[in-house]
């Protein structure tokens, strides 16, 4: 069973930063795309940032760009996401996703492409 593993949530003040972490286990993430999504109280899951197996192609939000970037170590089988700048509205769960199947940039952030999730981390941005 592919299992995805988020780590390093928490609370933040505005202005500040967080390192999310998304640990594989069962699988390499070699060969798989894999993407940010985040879920705040009200809202559909929206895609953050994501990024293609060979780690060339991203896609981000256009409300996270040039604050958040995407990255991925695949000798440890983890995919990070820094996030600087942070504000209140980045708050939600944040959750990480992989799939095996080729997307396009454009599709590549779109949750329905996605097949394996982890369960979600908290952030939550507050003074």
């Known amino acids: 069973q592919l299992q995805l593993v988020e780590s390093g949530g928490g609370l933040v003040q505005p202005g500040g930063s967080l390192r999310l972490s998304c640990l594989a286990s069962?699988?390499?993430?070699?060969?798989?795309?894999i993407g940010w999504f985040r879920q705040a109280p009200g809202k559909e899951r929206e895609g953050v940032a994501c990024?293609?197996?060979?780690?060339?192609?991203?896609n981000y939000a256009d409300s996270v760009k040039g604050r958040f970037t995407i990255s991925r170590d695949n000798a440890k089988n983890t995919v990070y996401l820094k996030m600087h700048s942070l504000k209140p509205e980045d708050r939600a769960v944040y959750y990480c996703?992989?799939?095996?199947?080729?997307?396009?940039?454009?599709?590549?952030?779109?949750?329905?492409?996605?097949?394996?999730w982890g369960q979600g981390i908290q952030v939550t941005v507050s003074s």
């Open positions: 996703a992989a799939d095996s199947t080729y997307a396009t940039v454009q599709a590549m952030c779109v949750p329905e492409f996605y097949d394996y």
């Open positions: 990024i293609s197996s060979s780690g060339v192609s991203t």
């Open positions: 069962d699988f390499t993430i070699d060969y798989y795309t």
